[in-house]
DNA sequence: ACTATATTTAACAATTAGGTTAAATGTTAA
DNA sequence: TTAACATTTAACCTAATTGTTAAATATAGT
């Protein structure tokens, strides 16, 4: 958990793109396939890993799994990145 | 360069310990080295991926070699984390 | 129960990443 | 130039990552 895995997750370009798909709207594995020349089984790993993350959630759906994306810990980035910049430089909340 | 080397490069815990290091004073490599229980060969490999990435600068003064912070090249994170969050769905700057 | 479809998991191969020690390079000072 | 120190680079090893194909699991429809 934490940003670590946060950030293993991100540092792929397929799973990043695959964050992507998803900004405009929830999709099936299959449908994700579709957009790679990856097989199936391995964007199902990346999919876990990035699930693993938390950066998607996941329902299944009759017999389709559907993906969503899940931004809420990207917060912890931005956090991170915020705090190592040091904005407390020119006084921007003291 | 871009993107992907970025956060290839946040990705270890190491190489961030290393930038948060060098937020509060810039340090030579012996300095560095110190507080980690690795080896200084292993160190130097931190430091030049972190380097290719932009995400430091060295200067050689005498037998020493100082690395400072640059903090420049986390804008492309930041925004392409806002961009993936899609602020774009209350009413901020459209 | 059988078949078809969607997705994941297992087993394996190839590549990449991170660590170590030893050798090489650069700099200073005697 | 030689010695000492700081740092990097090379050679090597092991573990982790990513991809593939084949098998397993889950669901729906007949």
Redesign the pocket.
């Known amino acids: 958990m934490g940003l670590q895995n946060t950030l293993?997750a991100l540092?792929?370009p397929?799973?990043r793109e695959i964050l992507s798909l998803l900004k405009h709207k929830t999709m099936?594995?299959?449908?994700i396939?579709d957009h790679f020349?990856?097989?199936?089984?391995?964007?199902?790993?990346?999919?876990?890993?990035l699930k693993e993350a938390d950066l998607i959630r996941?329902t299944?759906e009759?017999?389709?799994?559907?993906y969503e994306l899940n931004t809420s810990v990207l917060e912890e980035i931005m956090l991170w990145i915020t705090e190592l910049k040091g904005e407390d430089g020119h006084d921007k909340n003291l």
Chains 1, 2 share one sequence.
């Open positions: 293993k540092s792929d397929i799973r099936s594995a299959g449908e396939v020349s990856v097989t199936g089984a391995s964007i199902s790993r990346h999919l876990s890993i996941d299944r009759g017999k389709y799994i559907y």
